[in-house]
Protein backbone atom coordinates (compact mmCIF):
# COMPACT_ATOMS: atom_id res chain seq x y z
CA UNK A 1 0.00 0.00 0.00
CA UNK A 2 1.37 3.12 -0.98
CA UNK A 3 1.28 5.98 1.42
CA UNK A 4 -1.31 8.69 0.26
CA UNK A 5 -1.57 12.38 1.75
CA UNK A 6 -5.35 13.29 0.76
CA UNK A 7 -8.04 10.78 0.15
CA UNK A 8 -11.23 13.04 -1.62
CA UNK A 9 -14.68 10.89 -0.49
CA UNK A 10 -17.93 12.16 -2.37
CA UNK A 11 -21.28 11.61 -0.05
CA UNK A 12 -24.49 10.75 -2.15
CA UNK A 13 -26.73 11.80 1.21
CA UNK A 14 -30.16 11.00 1.40
CA UNK A 15 -32.80 10.05 4.06
CA UNK A 16 -31.81 6.71 4.50
CA UNK A 17 -28.97 5.45 2.27
CA UNK A 18 -25.56 7.26 1.08
CA UNK A 19 -23.62 6.60 -1.90
CA UNK A 20 -19.93 6.78 -1.05
CA UNK A 21 -17.08 7.48 -3.56
CA UNK A 22 -13.21 8.23 -3.36
CA UNK A 23 -10.33 9.16 -4.98
CA UNK A 24 -7.16 9.06 -3.99
CA UNK A 25 -4.65 12.96 -4.16
CA UNK A 26 -2.15 11.07 -6.65
CA UNK A 27 -1.39 11.92 -10.59
CA UNK A 28 -3.93 9.50 -12.89
CA UNK A 29 -5.46 8.06 -9.85
CA UNK A 30 -9.04 6.75 -10.69
CA UNK A 31 -12.39 7.31 -8.69
CA UNK A 32 -13.47 4.43 -6.55
CA UNK A 33 -17.20 3.46 -5.99
CA UNK A 34 -17.40 2.08 -2.69
CA UNK A 35 -20.94 1.44 -2.46
CA UNK A 36 -23.93 2.17 -0.50
CA UNK A 37 -24.50 3.06 3.48
CA UNK A 38 -26.87 3.86 5.81
CA UNK A 39 -27.62 6.87 6.57
CA UNK A 40 -27.14 6.81 10.95
CA UNK A 41 -24.54 7.48 12.73
CA UNK A 42 -22.92 3.88 13.51
CA UNK A 43 -22.56 3.74 9.79
CA UNK A 44 -20.49 6.82 9.18
CA UNK A 45 -18.00 6.26 11.76
CA UNK A 46 -17.53 2.80 10.81
CA UNK A 47 -16.72 4.02 7.02
CA UNK A 48 -14.17 6.46 8.43
CA UNK A 49 -12.67 3.85 10.52
CA UNK A 50 -12.26 1.44 7.43
CA UNK A 51 -10.75 3.95 5.21
CA UNK A 52 -8.58 5.33 7.86
CA UNK A 53 -7.27 1.70 8.36
CA UNK A 54 -6.91 1.65 4.71
CA UNK A 55 -4.96 4.77 3.74
CA UNK A 56 -3.24 4.78 7.81
CA UNK A 57 -1.35 8.36 6.72
CA UNK A 58 -4.00 9.96 4.71
CA UNK A 59 -5.79 12.88 5.81
CA UNK A 60 -9.63 12.22 4.68
CA UNK A 61 -11.28 15.14 3.19
CA UNK A 62 -15.26 14.30 2.85
CA UNK A 63 -17.96 15.93 0.44
CA UNK A 64 -21.83 16.29 0.35
CA UNK A 65 -24.76 18.52 -1.20
CA UNK A 66 -26.46 20.93 1.23
CA UNK A 67 -30.17 19.15 1.59
CA UNK A 68 -33.25 18.65 3.96
CA UNK A 69 -30.96 16.32 6.05
CA UNK A 70 -29.26 19.08 8.07
CA UNK A 71 -25.63 19.09 9.01
CA UNK A 72 -25.05 16.26 11.46
CA UNK A 73 -23.03 14.69 9.08
CA UNK A 74 -20.62 17.51 8.72
CA UNK A 75 -20.54 17.90 12.98
CA UNK A 76 -20.30 14.04 12.87
CA UNK A 77 -17.37 13.96 10.64
CA UNK A 78 -15.96 17.13 12.20
CA UNK A 79 -15.71 15.56 15.80
CA UNK A 80 -13.83 12.71 14.45
CA UNK A 81 -11.49 15.38 13.52
CA UNK A 82 -11.69 14.83 9.55
CA UNK A 83 -12.50 17.63 7.09
CA UNK A 84 -16.21 17.98 5.38
CA UNK A 85 -17.48 20.29 3.24
CA UNK A 86 -20.95 20.96 2.75
CA UNK A 87 -21.62 22.23 -0.92
CA UNK A 88 -24.73 24.15 -2.20
CA UNK A 89 -26.42 22.42 -5.08
CA UNK A 90 -26.25 25.68 -7.15
CA UNK A 91 -22.38 25.79 -6.51
CA UNK A 92 -21.87 22.12 -8.52
CA UNK A 93 -20.48 22.99 -11.83
CA UNK A 94 -22.21 21.35 -14.99
CA UNK A 95 -21.11 20.40 -18.09
CA UNK A 96 -23.54 21.40 -21.21
CA UNK A 97 -25.68 18.51 -22.35
CA UNK A 98 -24.67 16.45 -18.85
CA UNK A 99 -27.89 15.06 -18.29
CA UNK A 100 -27.29 11.66 -16.64
CA UNK A 101 -27.78 11.87 -12.94
CA UNK A 102 -27.52 8.97 -10.91
CA UNK A 103 -26.23 8.70 -7.02
CA UNK A 104 -23.58 6.85 -7.99
CA UNK A 105 -22.57 9.30 -10.55
CA UNK A 106 -23.08 12.57 -7.89
CA UNK A 107 -20.72 10.38 -5.45
CA UNK A 108 -18.06 9.91 -8.35
CA UNK A 109 -18.37 13.46 -9.34
CA UNK A 110 -17.97 15.14 -5.86
CA UNK A 111 -14.97 13.10 -5.03
CA UNK A 112 -13.32 14.52 -8.50
CA UNK A 113 -14.13 17.87 -7.94
CA UNK A 114 -13.35 18.20 -4.72
CA UNK A 115 -10.09 16.76 -5.95
CA UNK A 116 -9.80 19.34 -8.79
CA UNK A 117 -10.75 22.09 -6.41
CA UNK A 118 -13.56 22.75 -8.06
CA UNK A 119 -15.85 23.41 -5.27
CA UNK A 120 -16.55 26.26 -3.46
CA UNK A 121 -18.13 24.99 0.41
CA UNK A 122 -21.25 26.56 2.31
CA UNK A 123 -21.08 28.30 5.87
CA UNK A 124 -22.21 25.31 8.08
CA UNK A 125 -24.25 27.22 10.71
CA UNK A 126 -23.44 26.49 14.64
CA UNK A 127 -26.22 24.46 16.17
CA UNK A 128 -27.70 27.35 18.05
CA UNK A 129 -28.04 29.47 14.79
CA UNK A 130 -29.38 26.66 13.48
CA UNK A 131 -32.23 26.26 15.81
CA UNK A 132 -33.02 30.01 15.74
CA UNK A 133 -33.58 29.59 12.24
CA UNK A 134 -35.75 26.61 12.23
CA UNK A 135 -37.67 28.29 14.75
CA UNK A 136 -37.83 31.77 12.60
CA UNK A 137 -39.13 29.17 9.69
CA UNK A 138 -41.67 27.71 11.87
CA UNK A 139 -43.39 30.66 12.89
CA UNK A 140 -43.04 32.02 9.52
CA UNK A 141 -44.97 29.21 8.48
CA UNK A 142 -48.10 29.14 11.55
CA UNK A 143 -48.20 32.70 10.07
CA UNK A 144 -49.03 31.86 6.38
CA UNK A 145 -51.62 29.27 8.21
CA UNK A 146 -53.18 31.43 10.33
CA UNK A 147 -53.81 34.15 7.53
CA UNK A 148 -54.99 31.19 4.80
CA UNK A 149 -57.34 30.13 7.85
CA UNK A 150 -58.41 33.70 8.23
CA UNK A 151 -59.28 33.56 4.62
CA UNK A 152 -61.02 30.36 4.41
CA UNK A 153 -63.81 31.34 6.98
CA UNK A 154 -64.65 34.45 5.90
CA UNK A 155 -65.18 32.82 2.65
CA UNK A 156 -67.08 29.84 4.34
CA UNK A 157 -69.67 32.84 5.94
CA UNK A 158 -70.01 34.67 2.99
CA UNK A 159 -71.23 31.37 0.90
CA UNK A 160 -73.88 31.02 3.53
CA UNK A 161 -74.88 34.64 3.53
CA UNK A 162 -73.50 35.05 7.27
CA UNK A 163 -73.44 38.56 8.09
CA UNK A 164 -70.60 38.92 10.66
CA UNK A 165 -70.20 42.70 11.82
CA UNK A 166 -67.21 41.25 14.34
CA UNK A 167 -63.97 40.69 12.74
CA UNK A 168 -62.58 37.45 12.46
CA UNK A 169 -59.63 36.01 14.02
CA UNK A 170 -57.92 39.19 13.76
Known amino acids: MTKHSILFIG ?12 IEDER ?3 SIHLGKILSNKAAFKKLARQLQSKYPHATLHFVYEAGPCGYWIYRLLTSLHH ?18 KTDKCDALKLAKLLKAEELTP ?13 LSRSRETAMKDLKDAKYQLKALLLRNNINSK ?3 LS
Do not use: M, N, Q
Open 28 to 30: GAK
Open 83 to 100: CCYVIAPSLIPKKPGERI
Open 166 to 168: IKV
Open 122 to 134: IYVPEPEDESVRD
Open 11 to 22: LDTHKTFTEVAY
